[in-house]
């Protein structure tokens, strides 16, 4: 069992050391075990103990129950027929199983439904796996025969799965103040893939740990799942989540955040060995008692909270729309977008479908430090884009210098650009005169690279810092005889700018910058003063 703290969620997690979650679905032959008259019956078994020498879980027994509630409400599973097992023993268990197994022989047409979250053993020579029910053992072979054997066309399991050090396979890798990481080999044996009618759905490899979150209150996969059959998951719009649409999204999702907030990926897997030509359908997002949509117009990272308790967080994208089932209650919606934030608390009422519109949000500019991010914020403000415009009054070769600058970011503290300048001069026209008494043209090529300090407040981020700028000075002279002259040189001296957001993408910038001008001039260095101002628009990809 692992522990971690994520400076980004803000939050402690709880690594369930490379256990793995399965969905295994077992059919026979026809989808339309998914039609109105199948009677739909369910196991649902929690436990965050796996006995004296295993860490408790935080959240299993919540994951049980929220599996549950989504059976309940939008699955087609009627509410005596989930049973609903948090901490139970095996005799409990035991007794489940048989008043299930009488209650789906009198049943002509009737699917069944198996999930368990908690701790899970191993042992390789006797190839036996378990599930933990807290000092008790569950065998899975135990489990796996009565599911088989039940008389109904329609069987799903789901396993969300964690084990101690004790287990196969020991890695020999450590994570920070963690035990060895070892992992549990689920063999196709064990899940019989050679059975016509079945599919297979793992939260992470065979080698890799899941996680769950103080902040999702739950596991990874298992928040994602549940989020994306609540609607998130959604792709075509047509109010129903397809098994295809419900694990595509849940690996897409469980990636990002353990990419993000996990010192480990993980990666769900699915194998299915079942050929139908319709969609299998699990959930049907009409069911709900209340829905909240987000149109085509939104976009960004979506954080649902009610009470003060994260209840949904899913990414939505631009130009799909979205219908999440909701309960009815008052929620706080944030949409994060690229260090923006749109927020709104929303009223929903049963049977209402509530239209979150981008008038109903409160737009709020973004800080720019890197680490002032808030608990949940999911932003990437990227390496930005800089083109700017400059007005050089002076400078060592000539007067009221225009020009314009290419530049990015590498850190917050470092910058670097591309720079063109060209000398104007008042009274010829762009001409200056040369210290020979010929006038010339001046224009000049450098490279700017500028370190210092930035400083962050609300909207707006200052930077000051000093910069050096080799460049190249090439005379054109207005004599034919006298032709070009190449002089190379330097910009030495501090810088300051001031920038302001004014999109999630684009903010406007404001560059002063002077200090000593250096020319290598036929053998010697001359040095003169010079002072440059600038705007530009900041473009962040």
């Known amino acids: 069992m692992y522990r971690f703290f994520s400076p980004i969620f803000g939050v402690e997690r709880k690594a369930k050391g490379g256990g793995l979650l399965f969905f295994l679905f077992a059919m026979l032959f026809s989808t339309q075990a998914w039609s109105v008259e199948t009677r739909r019956f369910a196991l649902v078994i929690g436990h965050n103990h796996g006995g004296d020498e295993l860490e408790p879980l935080l959240y299993a027994e ?177 109010l129903r989540v397809s098994l295809q649409e419900a694990f595509y999204y849940a690996r897409q999702q469980t990636i990002s955040l353990s990419l993000q907030h996990g010192p480990q990926i993980q990666r769900p897997t699915f194998l299915l060995n079942f050929h139908s030509e319709a969609p299998l359908f699990l959930t049907h997002i009409r069911r709900a008692s209340s829905r909240l949509e987000f149109p085509k117009s939104l976009r960004g990272h979506v954080l649902l909270s009610k009470q003060q308790r994260l209840v949904d967080e899913f990414h939505k ?140 407040w609300k909207r707006l981020r200052f930077f000051l810092g000093v910069g050096v700028e080799p460049s190249l000075h090439l005379r054109l002279y207005k004599a034919s005889d006298v032709g070009a002259q190449l002089n190379l040189g330097a910009f030495l001296g501090p810088c300051f700018s001031t920038e302001v957001a004014i999109s999630p993408e684009w903010s406007v910038r404001l560059n002063v910058s002077g200090g000593a001008h250096l020319v290598f001039y036929q053998g010697a260095v001359r040095t003169g003063a010079w002072l440059r101002s600038g705007i530009g628009l900041v473009w962040r990809p």
């Open 317 to 456: 994208p631009s130009g799909v729309r979205r219908i999440v089932a909701v309960k009815p209650g008052t929620y706080d919606v944030v949409l994060y977008r690229k260090g923006w934030k749109a927020k709104s608390r929303v009223q929903i009422l049963r049977k209402q479908r509530v239209v979150l519109t981008p008038q109903k949000l409160e737009m709020i500019p973004p800080s720019f430090h890197p680490f002032s991010r808030e608990k949940g914020e999911h932003r990437n403000l990227g390496r930005p884009l800089l083109f700017s415009l400059d007005y050089e009054p002076l400078n060592q070769l000539a007067l009221h210098n225009i020009g314009f600058s290419l530049g990015t970011e590498i850190t917050p503290w470092f910058r670097m650009s591309a720079r063109y300048r060209y000398g104007l001069q008042s009274y010829q026209a762009g001409w200056t005169q040369g210290e020979e008494g010929y006038f010339y043209q001046a224009h000049s090529l450098g490279a700017s690279f500028q370190i210092g300090y930035p400083i962050y």
């Open 62 to 238: 919540r994951d049980a129950l929220r599996v549950s509630q989504v059976l309940s409400e939008l699955g087609g599973f009627r509410p005596q027929d989930v049973f609903l097992l948090r901490s139970p023993t095996l005799a409990q268990t035991k007794a489940a199983m048989t008043k299930l197994r009488r209650a789906v022989a009198s049943s002509k047409n009737a699917m069944f439904f198996f999930y368990y979250s908690g701790h899970a053993r191993s042992k390789k020579k006797l190839r036996v796996a378990s599930f933990q029910l807290g000092k008790e053992r569950l065998p899975f072979s135990t489990v796996y025969r009565f599911v088989r054997k039940l008389p109904v066309r329609f069987r799903l399991v789901v396993v969300d799965s964690c084990y101690s050090g004790e287990i196969l396979h020991a890695k020999g890798t450590r994570a920070k103040g963690a035990v060895r990481d070892r992992s549990i080999e689920w063999s196709h044996e064990d899940f019989a893939l050679r059975v016509k009618g079945l599919a297979v759905m793992a939260s992470s490899g065979a080698r890799e740990r899941s996680f769950e979150s103080n902040q999702l209150r739950g596991s990874f996969f298992t928040s994602n799942l549940l989020t994306g059959l609540r609607g998130a998951a959604d792709s075509n719009e047509d």
